[in-house]
């Protein structure tokens, strides 16, 4: 893991609008809405967390973060990321607006039945592959370590475990730092960060697991 001094990735920090109408769009941010995550890499944009935690767990297999394609697992691998767009993020705003119809409960679900899922995946498995953590863990776990776990054991005990690992105290670590230094230079109201990675012409040694500072 590369932890600064000579690191070939760059996090940049910015504005964003927020949901409560403060905040702005950052003009130097070129995610095409405004948003983050975003991930510049070499010139090629991807944003989506599941799109850039896929890309980066592929561009660095060496961190076992990945599952490649033509492996037993690939279709539940690639599932979970696609699910989480679709399915948990949905159902995660369409719960905090306060929203019922048949039609959204058909199409996404609910966060009930979101979370009845984790605990069925992880009934007889530490991680949503198995023994082996991997970006799938990393993503999905994510908003319950930010907004608060599920109340159920199974599910719980998997967001301690993923958020538990030294990669994301580090990822912390660097968020704090970040978020003191732009304390200290902007104290202007409605003013939060976004975060871009970056990576130089040529790069190769950056880890994925930055990736948590810009999920959380
Ligand atoms: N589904 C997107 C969600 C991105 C998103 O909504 N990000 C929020 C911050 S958590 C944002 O940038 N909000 C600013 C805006 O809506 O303009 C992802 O996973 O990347």
């Known amino acids: 893991m590369r932890t600064g001094g000579e690191s070939d990735c760059q996090a940049d920090s910015g504005r964003v609008q927020r949901m409560d109408g403060t905040g702005e769009r ?6 095409p809405e405004g948003k983050v995550p975003l991930l510049d890499h070499n010139g090629l944009l991807v944003w989506e967390s599941s799109a850039i935690m896929l890309h980066l767990a592929d561009l660095f297999p060496e961190a076992g973060m990945s ?3 033509g492996h037993p697992q690939c279709g539940a691998y690639l599932s979970w990321f696609a699910w989480y767009a679709g ?3 949905p159902t995660m705003a369409i719960e905090a607006a306060g929203l019922d119809h048949a039609v959204l409960r058909s199409t996404f679900r609910s966060t009930a039945e979101v979370k009845a899922r984790l605990a069925m995946a992880l009934a007889d498995r530490p991680y949503l592959m198995g023994d082996r953590f991997t970006a ?4 999905l776990h994510s908003p319950y370590a930010f907004f608060g776990k599920t109340g159920d054991p ?6 301690d475990r ?3 690992r030294p990669a994301a105290a580090f990822a912390a670590e660097l968020d704090a ?18 975060v871009a990675l970056t990576f130089p012409q040529g790069s190769t040694q950056v880890s994925p697991l930055l990736l948590l500072s810009i999920v959380s």
Do not use: M, T
């Open 136 to 139: 799938a863990d990393l993503l």
């Open 87 to 89: 399915v948990v993020e």
């Open 67 to 69: 599952i490649p394609h």
């Open 162 to 164: 993923s958020a538990g």
């Open 177 to 194: 730092q970040k978020i003191a230094v732009r304390k200290q230079k902007e104290r202007a109201r409605g003013r939060v960060r976004f």
């Open 26 to 31: 950052d003009p130097r941010n070129p995610h």
């Open 154 to 159: 199974v599910v719980d005990a998997w967001v």
